[in-house]
């Protein structure tokens, strides 16, 4: 297979998401898949061993549940793949879509409970976020509203409870957890002081149990907690190994699965609450994506490693449900590699073309969020690079996820210089230690990785030969204007307000300002209908590059910030590849 038509396959090959079923009726799931051309939700009647797709639309479907009673799949209607739209519902047997008697917004979260009800959270320009509650048969009703960022976290499993997170406190990325009744009164609140977030997962999924599962940062790192809301009772779960920890009910609310990422790599337990026994469940070296326990005690995860395409397996070790199509041609293995950062040690994924020897062509490929991290998981995008003879080394800068609260929150006043300065350090490490060519050395990301592109050009233009930007900011104020109210919350938090209180700071972080410094290429792709990184902004800043007449391209596509359209994807690919061959003169 040519090297074309080898990375091509790779983002064509079907590939699904883990099922999530109804828990009270555990044969009947939904899952996402892109086996249509394009990521839509299904339907799998597991007793049946039928499929069936629920969506159909030009961009894609990005959120799909089910009930807990398996009668309903709800799934998000955004018609410009902009995610403003509404909620609607469709009968787990086929049928009319239904939609939610809701005014259109941004989604903050759903939860669905055995009697029917729904707690929907939904964000809108001047009206803040409101989480609403609707019961059968009944007109929706605002359970809470408040201009500071919140989302419907959870219900408890006979309706009585409704578990909401917020920031009232003025600090979206270090949320609060606040139990309600229907009736709107307040039953417990979880608020542990700045810089510690409390997070809610899910209530126990035992009728009458009021327990409900979160995680807390007590202690510099997300771990389980389990909260009473009406005794105040409290259980920490404390593991001694190192990593952000998250957690799962089992069917009969007696223990709990844990998932241990460390080191972009994850680890399974079984946590009995009675007894505090963990026991390890066997997993393959990787990352598991999500995992779940079914009734039966078993767990399912989707797993996948830099080298091996994603799967769907049972603790059992079997494989849960295949992609029906061509599998997806493998890639190289990820490489660790450990640099002295200004900040500390910095981890970062390496991966190399399987011919040749160092120093390669080297695109240092920046993750988004910038709350998320690189991990060993399958990419087809990463593998596209190596097959074109590039090593690909993925940085988890300051900011990242995974290594602890302090390594995430690590961005203060310096945001995008603190990232850059430890992507410098592992820069200038590859290149002496021969795996990366200082003279063809490529930066590239998207969202918040894209927006860190513009700024590194910018900001060190001598070091790099060209950039790649999917989806960046490239001027925080002039987003903040246009983005919707969850993100403008969350940059009011990683800035320390509003630009009008903040405009040097906002300046100062802005690719914007360095963009007459820019000397390599560059490249921008850019969604039509991206509520995120809106396009305005780019237009401005592309603008700037046209006034001087320096050299770059635009792809401009009709979605959101994340394609979900397979063409959309191996198209975008290959206006990277072709810049990329174009202004280095290197490459297959």
Known sequence: MKAEERWQARFRAPRVTLPVWARQAPSRAVYRSNASGAWEVYAWDRAEGVTRQVTSRPTGTSHGTIDPTGRWIWWFDDPGGDEWGRWMRQPFTGGPDEPVDLAPGHPVGIALAATGDALIGMARPGEGFTVHLLRPGGPARVLYTHPEAACAVAVSADASLAAIGHSEHGDARHPALRVLRQSGAVV??????????????????????????????????????VWDPVSGEQREIWLPDP????????????????????????????????????????????LIDAAA????????????????????????????????????????????????????????????????????????????GPAAQDDDSFLPQVAAWVDFGFAVVRVNYRGSTGYGSAWRDALAGEVGHIELADVAAVREAMVARGLADPERLVLAGSAWGGYLTLLGLGTEPKSWAAGIAAAPIADHAAAYEDEPESLRAYHRALLGGPPDEWPERYAHCSPITYVDRVEAPVLILAGENDPRCPVRQVEAYVARLAGRGHPHEVHRYGAGRGPLVVSERIAQMAVQLDFVRRHLKTGS
């Open 293 to 368: 326990p079914r009734p039966d005690g078993t767990v399912e995860y989707s797993w996948s490693s830099g080298a091996h395409p994603p799967v769907i397996r049972s603790s059992r070790g079997h494989v849960v449900l295949g992609h029906g199509g061509p599998s997806s041609p493998p890639s190289v293995p990820v490489e660790d590699v450990d640099v002295d950062g200004p900040g500390g040690r910095v981890h970062a994924l390496v991966s190399r073309p399987e011919r040749g020897a160092g120093p390669y062509p080297a695109v240092f490929l920046l993750h988004g």
């Open 243 to 286: 990593g952000e920890i998250t957690a799962d009910w089992y069917a009969d609310g007696r223990s709990l699965l844990i998932v241990r990422t460390h080191r972009g790599r994850t680890h399974l337990y079984r946590y009995d609450l009675a007894g505090g026994v963990l026991s390890p469940i066997e997993t393959e070296h990787g």
């Open 188 to 225: 417990g609140e979880l608020y542990d002081g700045p810089g510690k977030g409390v997070t809610g997962l899910r209530f126990s999924p035992v009728p009458g149990d009021r327990r409900l599962l979160a995680l807390h940062e007590r202690r510099g790192r997300r771990e389980p907690l």
